[in-house]
């Protein structure tokens, strides 16, 4: 009668304890715990499970001495190697292998973000190229003379478009540290190279745009020796993108001051 019962109560706790674990699985994915979190969620049910049918067992017979020593480390020995056992049948975590995840992860989105800023720079270089090309379109039909003057008046009367296209060249000047060897406004050139006021004047945006591309494209009159020994570097093709070298020849072409003498440039190969 008492035996009975008491699989009776085995049963109904062991059936309350595997819903009360299918209930916390089902949540669990749900709220997208991971699957090792889904299965030991599903393991501390049972362990409590368990310990809730223990609470039924009849009581132990009392131990006292050597016995109740021995009991005492069989029963911690017991627990240990559940727990150790358990803990290598799981499923392992390898900080190596999460630590790949994160940086490829990570990787993709720097590489994304990149990609978004080059995109927004080249976006943006085309707007303004259109919007210059439509407005000396617009001044070349008043007339001849109004076009050369747009490239002169830098920020004038050009438009927003085309002057802020001569202020990213200009920045350009500054970044690409050009006025190290080469004097404009009256200042820089301390490494003495060409005079570049009028330069605009004297070279097509194509002749500067081969000149900056590959130095040797072009000699400046009278600077054969720096020529020859490659004075201006051979560098801004892998430094610079392509709307910072539009730019900088747009401004380059811009410096049209007759009033300095500018050394003429000879084709060279
Ligand atoms: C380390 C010094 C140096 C730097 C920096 C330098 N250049 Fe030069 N550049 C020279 C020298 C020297 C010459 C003359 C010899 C030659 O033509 O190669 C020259 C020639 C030129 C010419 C031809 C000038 C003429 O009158 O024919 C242009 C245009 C020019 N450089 C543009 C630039 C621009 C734009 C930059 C920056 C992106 C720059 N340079 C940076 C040294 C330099």
């Not at 070349?140 to 002057?163: C, F, I, R, W």
């Not at 500067?208 to 490659?230: C, H, T, V």
């Not at 539009?246 to 060279?268: G, N, Q, Y």
């Amino acid at each position: 009668m008492a035996n009975q019962s008491l699989t009776k109560n085995v049963l109904k706790k062991a059936t309350i304890g595997i819903i009360v674990g299918v209930i916390l699985v089902v949540v669990a994915q749900q709220t997208h715990f991971p699957q090792i979190f889904q299965i030991m969620f599903f393991i501390y049910a049972m362990l409590g499970t368990v310990v809730f049918i223990l609470l039924d067992a009849p009581p132990m017979k009392r131990l006292e001495g050597v016995k109740a020593v021995g009991a005492l480390l069989a029963f911690y020995i017991l627990l240990s190697g559940m727990y150790v056992a358990g803990a290598s049948i799981l499923p392992q975590f390898d900080p190596t292998i999460e630590a790949d995840k994160i940086t490829k992860v990570l990787k993709r989105q720097k590489a994304a973000s990149e990609q978004g800023k080059a995109d927004e720079l080249i976006a943006r270089t085309k707007a303004l190229d259109e919007r210059a090309k439509a407005i000396s379109k617009q001044l070349a039909s008043l007339g001849g003379a109004a076009k050369v003057e747009v490239v002169e008046e830098t920020g004038g009367g050009g438009g927003a478009a085309s002057g802020d296209l001569l202020a990213l060249g200009k920045e350009q000047w500054e970044l690409q540290e050009c006025y190290n060897c080469h004097k404009l406004f009256g200042s820089g050139g301390k490494k003495r190279g060409p005079v570049l006021d009028n330069i605009g004047s004297l070279m097509t945006p194509e002749a500067l745009r081969d000149k900056i591309l590959n130095p040797k494209s072009w000699m400046a009159e009278g600077f054969d020796k720096q020529y020859k020994k490659g004075k201006m570097p051979d560098k801004y093709r892998d430094l610079m993108f392509e709307e910072e070298i539009v730019a900088l020849v747009a401004f380059l072409a811009s410096l049209k001051d007759t009033s300095v003498e500018t050394p003429k440039p000879i084709k060279m190969n």
